[in-house]
């Protein structure tokens, strides 16, 4: 059974960075896409950054390129998300997930929710004007 993890949301103030991390339990590390998404009030949930944890395979959302860096720790069996440059509107829920597939080396699909089986309960972004 896969368990995901997420910590590391707070408050800050815009321009401000925060780095959210998701523990992985379950021997899930490998041939496995894992990727970050958000969602805020009234909005549907949209996906931020993934990785393909075997080749490092990295793909982002237009919103957060140049400003969010995916990356993973092995030995940690950790993902990470550091966010830069924070803004009010990426203020939401943010959600780690996983999936034993290879569909997020696709740049059409790593983005797709339906793909991903495992899902974390979430940890609150909220940034302030």
């Known amino acids: 059974q896969v368990q995901l993890v997420e910590s590391g949301g707070g408050s800050v103030q815009a321009g401000g960075s925060l780095r959210l991390s998701c523990t992985a339990s379950g021997n899930i590390f490998g041939r496995y896409c894992m990727g970050w998404f958000r969602q805020a009030p009234g909005k549907e949930r949209e996906g931020v950054a993934s990785i393909y944890i075997l080749d490092g395979t990295k793909y982002y959302a237009d919103s957060v390129k140049g400003r969010f860096t995916i990356s993973q720790d092995d030995a940690k069996a950790t993902l990470y998300l550091q966010m830069e440059d924070l803004l009010p509107g990426d203020t939401a829920m943010y959600y780690c997930?996983?999936?034993?597939?290879?569909?997020?080396?696709?740049?059409?699909?790593?983005?797709?929710?339906?793909?991903?089986?495992?899902w974390g309960q979430g940890t609150q972004v909220t940034v302030s004007s």
């Open positions: 997930a996983a999936d034993p597939s290879t569909f997020c080396r696709s740049p059409q699909r790593w983005s797709e929710k339906i793909e991903y089986n495992y």
